[in-house]
């Protein structure tokens, strides 16, 4: 099963956090998991996959303008019931504007008739809420968060690709 991870980047920390996600989603056995800038996205691997995780830095309480076109104009190919999550990266603690850079990402989804997971945060400390969120360079609990987001992603992507008992 394969799963695609597009991110932008422009410090390197959301690449990095893309890098954690694809580890995290090879925890999985049978997973194969790709990243890919939104400047070099494999749209033949992305048809492929079963799932397709999105990543980008926050900027004035949003997604960066990089991810949101491509979210609006990046692919032409249809995405519904592909199983997606999300990630973002900001430079220092805001008041809430990584929860609405996701939404924002998470609306993209949904309008392409995707199914979003985050693994949640029940009875978890380092819970996801809508999906991984690092502070600065994805270190610490910010990289745990990544690696439970591509883990969590890929496991319920195998879980739903299971046959259907007659």
């Given at each position: ?100 850079g996701e ?23 380092d819970g ?30 195998s879980e ?7």
């Amino acid at each position: 099963m394969q799963i695609a991870i597009i991110y932008h980047s422009e410090t390197g920390n959301t690449r990095r956090m893309a890098e954690l996600v694809q580890q995290g989603c090879e925890r999985v056995v049978g997973v194969q998991a790709r990243c890919m800038s939104v400047d070099a996205v494999d749209q033949d691997y992305v048809d492929g996959a079963a799932a397709l995780i999105l990543g980008a830095p926050i900027y004035g309480g949003s997604c960066s303008w990089q991810m949101k076109r491509f979210l609006d104009t990046g692919s032409r190919r249809t995405w519904a019931g592909k199983l997606g999550g999300v990630f973002v990266s900001q430079r220092y603690p805001a008041g809430g504007g990584e929860s609405f850079g996701e939404m924002v990402i998470i609306g993209g989804m949904l309008s392409r008739g995707m199914m979003v997971y985050s693994g949640g945060v029940a009875g978890r400390s380092d819970g996801l809420h809508f999906g991984a969120v690092s502070v600065g360079a994805p270190e610490g609990i910010f990289a745990e968060r990544c690696l439970r987001l591509g883990e969590a992603i890929a496991t319920r992507a195998s879980e739903l690709s299971l046959p259907v008992a007659s």
